[in-house]
Structure formats: structure tokens, C-alpha cells
T-cell receptor, first 114, second 114 residues
Framework: GAGVSQSPRYKVAKRGQDVALRCDPI?????LFWYQQALGQGPEFLTY????????KSGLPSDRFFAERPEGSVSTLKIQRTQQEDSAVYLC????????????FGQGTRLTVV | AQSVTQLGSHVSVSEGALVLLRCNYS??????LFWYVQYPNQGLQLLLK??????LVKGINGFEAEFKKSETSFHLTKPSAHMSDAAEYFC????????????FGGGTRVLVKP
């Protein structure tokens, strides 16, 4: 596709439920990032892939959060046993990977945990 | 570690007036700096970027920003506000030594009055 695609756009989960959020990056983009944006705040880094390798997961808030990109293209962010504090917009971004290149963002998935 | 501070979480301007959004950064390496705009329920769109070339950077929609190393600032300006500029604006610094992950400021919401 022409841009970064994320699905679903909206997700309501009951507390304790597992969720999976999908990101389709721009074709050919080597780097893929996940960010978490709480209401009224700036996005915060979660994790980074270069192709299929997860090079940085320092931003994942707990071991309930897991991300993968098995074939170096589509990525999935999984949250186990969701908690209310997990409610946020989850943004995916991709780039060619060079130092000064732009990261293109998807529209995000708004997760609400009730 | 890197950080970004945006002064003023909300800015109100009259249509046709100057828009000035302030951003100060902290970085242990020469920074790459970005301004992104976010419209409601949308992802982030790049306005402009500084990557160590010219210190005055021009972006889309008539915005520009000036990198001032001595002040560790990267303020965003637009000479004449338009109603369509109402959105949230985020300043970010890229950690190019660690995969280009972005550290964002808290954002400034711009309201344009007719």
C-alpha cells in the first residue's frame, strides 16, 4: 500500500484479555517502530525492528508486552492480560533506515481497556 | 539520554497572526530534529526536519524552524496562521546512534481563532 497501515483502528478489550495489534509498513522499509501515545501526551518509544531483528525493546513497559516481525515486513504488537493503564493509541512507524530519513506513521490503533 | 521540552501545551492564535511553537532539546550527540503535526484521530505527519545541513529549515504548509545550537532550541514558526493549522504539534529528537528512535515532546495544541 501507499502508507503504513494499522489494524484494527479501534479495539475495546476487557481487563485481562489478550490483544494483538497489526502493522503493515511501507514496502521496502527496513526499520519499524512501535510507539505508545497516552491521552494528551506525546508518543513514547516501545520497540524497534531492523528487518526481522528486534534491536531495541527498552520501551516495553512490562513483560506483558511482546512484539514480533518474523519475516521482516508485517509486525504484531501483543499485549497479554490487558490492564486499564494500557489504554492508549499505539502508533507504528517505518523508515528506510538511514540516519536522516523520515519515519512514516500509521493512523494508530486506539486501545480502550474496560 | 535525549529529551525534548515543548513550552506551552496550548497556544491560541488569530487567523493571519504569527504562529510560534517552542521546542528545546537535550542530546548527547549532534541531534537530528523533527516537527510533526497530528490531526484528530490521525497519525503523525512530518512538517520538517533538521539533519545538520542548513540551520533554517523550511517545511510544508508554510512552516519553518531554526536550529540554534547555543540555545538548544528548534522553534517552529509560521508567519500567518490559517484555520487548517489547528492541530497538535510535536517536536522530536532522533537518536541516530540507536536506530533512529524518536523522543517526543509533550505536544502543543494550536487553536486558530477566526
Amino acid at each position: 500500500g501507499a502508507g503504513v497501515s494499522q489494524s484494527p483502528r479501534y479495539k475495546v478489550a476487557k481487563r485481562g484479555q489478550d490483544v494483538a495489534l497489526r502493522c503493515d509498513p511501507i514496502s521496502g522499509h527496513v526499520s519499524l517502530f512501535w510507539y505508545q501515545q497516552a491521552l494528551g501526551q506525546g508518543p513514547e518509544f516501545l520497540t524497534y525492528f531492523q528487518n526481522e531483528a528486534q534491536l531495541d525493546k527498552s520501551g516495553l513497559p512490562s513483560d506483558r508486552f511482546f512484539a514480533e516481525r518474523p519475516e521482516g515486513s508485517v509486525s504484531t504488537l501483543k499485549i497479554q492480560r490487558t490492564q486499564q493503564e494500557d489504554s492508549a493509541v499505539y502508533l507504528c512507524a517505518s523508515s528506510f533506515g538511514q540516519a536522516n530519513t523520515e519515519a512514516f506513521f500509521g493512523q494508530g490503533t486506539r486501545l480502550t481497556v474496560v | 539520554a535525549q529529551s525534548v521540552t515543548q513550552l506551552g501545551s496550548h497556544v491560541s492564535v488569530s487567523e493571519g497572526a504569527l504562529v510560534l511553537l517552542r521546542c528545546n532539546y537535550s542530546s548527547s550527540v549532534p541531534p537530528y530534529l523533527f516537527w510533526y503535526v497530528q490531526y484528530p484521530n490521525q497519525g503523525l505527519q512530518l512538517l520538517l526536519k533538521y539533519t545538520s545541513a542548513a540551520t533554517l529549515v523550511k517545511g510544508i504548509n508554510g512552516f519553518e524552524a531554526e536550529f540554534k545550537k547555543s540555545e538548544t532550541s528548534f522553534h517552529l514558526t509560521k508567519p500567518s496562521a490559517h484555520m487548517s493549522d489547528a492541530a497538535e504539534y510535536f517536536c522530536a529528537v532522533s537518536d541516530w546512534a540507536a536506530g533512529n528512535k524518536l523522543t517526543f515532546g509533550g505536544g502543543t495544541r494550536v487553536l486558530v481563532k477566526p
